[in-house]
């Protein structure tokens, strides 16, 4: 049934069409409003059979989810940005002992200093956690791939991470088509755990192990995440059959068929660049852009295939790895590790900053003319720059002997450039 509704609203619903037994809430925004949502529908009875649970902390939050999910229950939480770096211990624990549960993140920035808005910080300090990262373009793709977390954990008996965009997403309305509960109920049975906590039937979760088992533990984690890649496009397609709409998947392509140059990103941004492509090709050029969906596990053989004709590849990251450049970049270039392409990175959208068709236009017609740096930070504001590093200039007075400061600014951004260029 199509609806207009806000991005949190519409996943709050698809998690409890999913039927969660168990439903942990602490809040912080931009998450708030899922859990706010769900807390609303557990109270009406219009979700039966679960037990919604206000927690102290984000850290209780994924350890209550822990805990239902290792004794038997469908377990679902949300958090977001310092929530998330507050609940790691508990992030890995819950991968390292192979429980589904699924998780929204509502994807913002991590301070200092302090910053509410978007970008993929947060969930990229948790990418080598374990987790399924999927991350969604849309609000409908937010509802779509909450349904197909739930299926995709619990085959694999692993926890899925939902990103979607804060704010861009959470926060804004659109039309949704949301499924019925004969749908729902068709395409994801009823939760059967592999391992349960019963004290009928005595076992140990989360024993210690020492070394000569610990390396064995962790390949099978890996292995795990290996046949993800082949389970995720698999209940993508089943989920099109049920639904009738395409959504999910490993990545997703538009006009790479031709294209010399690909613009590879991740989440909502994806529509910006979109629109810009567009309008790029009307005036002739071959440009075509890559949507990572699937982040963990990273589909290497498929960013492989659809980008093997293409002349060069453009990151654009929400997040980088400061003092080495792009995240996902370099996870890209393992892709094409064995081609000649030059794979750039464009940092853009920190903290919530807006991403333009025009800055995106600017920066493909300068990568088309391999004007592109290896490492840009898109409508970087060099006067603030410069005044910034002219005063920490003036009060390291023992440092003579720099030269000019827009000389020294542009220079760093030129020398890093030409460092990752040779990685």
Not at 82 to 90: I, P, S, V
Not at 144 to 154: G, K, M, S, T
Not at 393 to 411: E, F, G, I, K, Q
């Amino acid at each position: 049934m199509l609806e207009q509704c806000e991005g949190s609203s519409a996943v709050a619903h698809a998690v409890a069409l999913c039927r969660p037994e168990v439903i942990c809430a602490y809040p912080i925004s931009p998450q708030t409003h899922i859990v706010e949502g769900l807390g609303e529908i557990v109270k009406s009875g219009e979700l039966a059979n679960c037990e919604f649970v206000n927690v102290e902390s984000e850290f209780a939050a994924l350890s209550v989810a822990i805990g239902a999910s290792a004794t038997g229950a469908r377990s679902y939480t949300a958090t977001s940005s310092q929530g998330l770096l507050f609940m790691a211990e508990a992030v890995y624990n819950a991968s390292g002992l192979g429980l589904p549960i699924v998780m929204t993140l509502a994807n913002r920035a991590i301070g200092a200093p302090i910053n509410i808005w978007n970008d993929h910080t947060d969930s990229m300090s948790m990418r080598d956690a374990g987790w399924l990262q999927l991350f969604a373009e849309t609000n409908q793709e937010a509802l779509d791939l909450h349904i197909q977390a739930f299926r995709i954990a619990e085959t694999l008996s692993l926890p899925v991470m939902v990103c979607m965009d804060g704010f861009i997403l959470t926060h804004a309305y659109e039309r949704v088509d949301m499924p019925d509960q004969a749908q729902v109920d068709r395409f994801l049975p009823p939760y059967r755990p592999r391992q349960v906590l019963d004290p009928a039937a005595p076992i140990t979760i989360g024993a210690m192990v020492g070394p000569e088992a610990f390396t064995e533990v962790r390949y099978l984690e890996h292995l795990k995440q290996a046949r993800a890649l082949d389970l995720i496009p698999k209940i993508a397609d089943e989920f099109k059959q049920e639904f009738a709409r395409d959504s999910g998947g490993l990545i997703r392509t538009y006009h790479t068929e031709d294209a010399d140059t690909i613009v590879i990103a991740l989440g909502s941004v994806l529509g910006t660049i979109k629109d810009t492509v567009d309008e790029l090709r009307s005036e002739g050029m071959r440009v075509g852009v890559l949507g990572i969906t699937s982040y963990r596990p990273f589909p290497i053989q498929a960013i492989e295939a659809a980008t093997a004709d293409a002349k060069r590849l453009v990151v654009v990251e929400k997040c980088f790895a400061v003092g080495m450049g792009g995240i996902v970049t370099r996870d890209v270039r393992s892709a094409v590790r064995n081609r000649p392409q030059p794979v750039l990175t464009v940092v853009a959208g920190l903290g919530g900053r807006p991403i333009t068709k025009a800055s995106i236009k600017q920066m493909l017609l300068d990568a088309v003319a391999d004007k592109l740096l290896p490492l840009t930070f898109l409508d970087l504001d060099w006067a603030v720059v410069n005044r910034v590093l002219d005063r920490e200039n003036h009060l390291r007075h023992a440092v003579t002997d720099l030269p000019r400061t827009v000389s020294v600014a542009a220079d760093v951004q030129t020398a890093t450039g030409a460092a990752l260029s040779n990685t």
